[in-house]
């Protein structure tokens, strides 16, 4: 069983940057595959960004490439989302998951992750 909470959210202007925080519970944090989804209003969940356990191989939407970086502490039990550039486009609720237990890849699937946090509101202004 794993616990998530993110953190981080607000509202910036276009251009600014922020970074997302998702606290881990549990010993084996360091097995789970982690991934960053959002949901713009009125809009369905999309992949944002994942990362494997190992920390290599991560992988990106296209919208995000190049101004977002998933990266994680497992000593920390944490995995951090820094969006820079930030679009009107971003603004969305933006949750993390965790993946399957030991998982090698970088998931892109909701359907692949197991266990999800509650969302935290990021709102980018024009």
């Known amino acids: 069983q794993v616990q998530l909470v993110e953190s981080g959210g607000g509202l910036v202007q276009a251009g600014d940057s922020l970074r997302l925080s998702c606290a881990a519970s549990g010993r084996t944090f360091s097995m789970y595959p982690m991934g960053w989804f959002r949901q713009p209003p009125g809009k369905i969940r999309e992949f944002v960004a994942s990362?494997?356990?190992?920390?290599?191989?991560?992988n990106y939407a296209g919208s995000v490439k190049g101004r977002f970086t998933i990266s994680r502490d497992n000593s920390k039990n944490r995995v951090y989302l820094q969006m820079n550039s930030l679009k009107p486009e971003d603004t969305a609720v933006y949750y993390c998951?965790?993946?399957?237990?030991?998982?090698?890849?970088?998931?892109?699937?909701?359907?692949?992750?197991?266990?999800w946090g509650q969302g935290t509101q990021v709102t980018v202004s024009s």
């Open positions: 998951a965790a993946g399957p237990y030991g998982g090698t890849y970088s998931y892109t699937r909701g359907s692949e992750y197991n266990y």
């Open positions: 990362i494997p356990w190992s920390g290599s191989g991560t």
